[in-house]
């Protein structure tokens, strides 16, 4: 059973970071709406929709007006509101790049939701918008803000493990509908690797502090299946870290719903099972003294994750995952594209520490 949780009143809405969701699809309705009611340093001002009765309805039931709900062509209005200090992007990878640089221009502080665009170069795109406007940017990588998370992070680079070895991660789920977004390459810019794979790159990339050295991918399409017309059904990929250590990832939307995450040395293991649902994370680390399952209290994700960037706002510190943090995943995504498509292993540009991309580290809930 979870701890019970520190519960700390918020602040007055006059003194947190006014919000304005941008895009009201099940993501933002069922999670951050939620998280956004429990914040301490946030609160939704505005929300933005491509439906206006949609948008409406859900400003009048967090006790908004209608004046605060806008269409995506009424987007531009937001520049005027002084009360929304950032936008949260929840919209198809592929908007993304579109209304991160129109908010930044307007003076918004930028939270995106993972993936940051569609490619490398579409994300390079974000990062450089709000850099020259002077507004901080920070991908929404959910995992790298829970305790969870951190316990293995701490493990793999605190030596429990001893010499790492090897690492392992499935993050997989079945899609039934081929007329949802993420099927259309189009608007998805890819299939379950930008999606629900880039949860494993990025927490490889998180727990060991370090950059793949090199990757190998296949990819799997399916003939005759409706849903995966544009966009590989699974997908397998072999990555080479620094000192030999080899991590493999597969990510499917034709298997069934399995997130694990496991990390080999020479003196233990590390075994996350479920490592990446919103709640009921479970990390296990063995070693010579036995095993062990760090405990925490409640918390929810995506409340820790808006409060450090609100915190971030207000400090002007670097978020701990900028922009930049976005991009490289989407420098390594491309690489196992490329790898698939040519059947080549593709070296990636040296950098060996990951955490070259990162900025103040977030609070966490403590044991």
Known sequence: MPLKPNITPPEAQDTRVGFALVGIGKLT???????????????????????ADKARGFAR???LTDGDAYTYEQ??????????????IVTPNSLHREYATRAARMGKHVLCEKPLGVNAEDAQAIVDACREAGVLLMAAYRCQYTPEHWAARDAVQGGTLGD????????AQVEDDPEVWRLKRELAGGGPLPDVGIYSLNTLRFITGQEPEWVFATQHQPGGDPRFR????????LLGFPGGVSATIQTS?????????????????????PAFPYDGLKVQVSGEDGTHEPRFPEYDQFTLEIDHFAQ????????????????????VMDALYESARTGQVVRLPTQTSADAFRGTKPKLPQQ
């Not at 309705?29 to 439906?51: C, D, F, K, N, Q």
């Not at 790492?164 to 993050?171: E, F, V, W, Y």
């Not at 069934?256 to 995450?261: G, M, N, Q, V, W």
């Not at 971030?312 to 420098?331: A, N, Y």
């Open 61 to 63: 039931a967090l006790g």
């Open 29 to 51: 309705a069922e999670e951050l709406i939620p998280a956004a009611r429990t914040s301490e340093h946030a609160y939704v001002a505005a929300l933005v929709s491509g439906e």
């Open 230 to 237: 544009e966009v590989e059904a699974s997908m397998s990929a």
């Open 312 to 331: 971030c706002i207000r400090s002007g510190d670097t978020p701990w995952t900028p922009g930049e943090e976005g991009v490289q995943d989407h420098v």
């Open 164 to 171: 790492l070895r090897l690492l392992h991660s499935i993050h």
């Open 75 to 88: 987007f531009g209005e937001l520049a005027g509101r002084e009360d929304v200090q950032a936008v949260y």
């Open 253 to 273: 939307y034709a298997a069934f719903k399995t997130t694990s995450l496991r990390a080999t040395g020479e003196k233990g293991s590390l075994n996350m099972e």
